[in-house]
């Protein structure tokens, strides 16, 4: 079986392409760091951009929590998990409160036992 110069060229064009490809992906895998887990959410608070109201997380917060950089990834990675998002000039946002609800804790009001629930 025979090949053609031409055939044989673009073998070897796609092979260097392909080892070019492989070899920026290593680069970029050996840059990441590795995904240690999530943050406990008492560690977080004190971003860049804290407010003075320590129930809200910003994308800073929201950085360290999940472990992704980009704006993007991170509010994909808390929707998909049924947290609320909020977009804001500096990134997505959240609450504690709105983390908590969707890991299915329930914040209790203080009056909630002097009310029986069908009093509405």
């Not at 998909?80 to 908590?100: A, C, H, M, Y």
């Amino acid at each position: 079986m025979s090949v053609s110069p031409r055939e044989l060229m673009q073998a070897l064009e796609g092979m260097e392409r392909r080892d070019r490809l492989r070899k920026r992906t290593q680069a970029m895998l050996s840059k990441q760091q590795p995904h240690a887990g999530p943050a406990p959410l008492a560690a977080a608070g004190a971003g860049r951009h804290a407010t003075s109201n320590p129930n809200l997380l910003s994308c800073d917060d929201l950085q360290d929590i999940t472990g992704y950089k980009r704006p993007s990834d991170i509010e994909r990675c808390l929707i998909e998990q049924g947290v609320s998002v909020f977009r804001g000039k500096l990134g997505p946002w959240t609450t504690r409160d709105l983390i908590n609800q969707a890991g299915g804790l329930r914040t209790k009001a203080d009056n909630d036992d002097h009310y029986p629930p069908d009093i509405i």
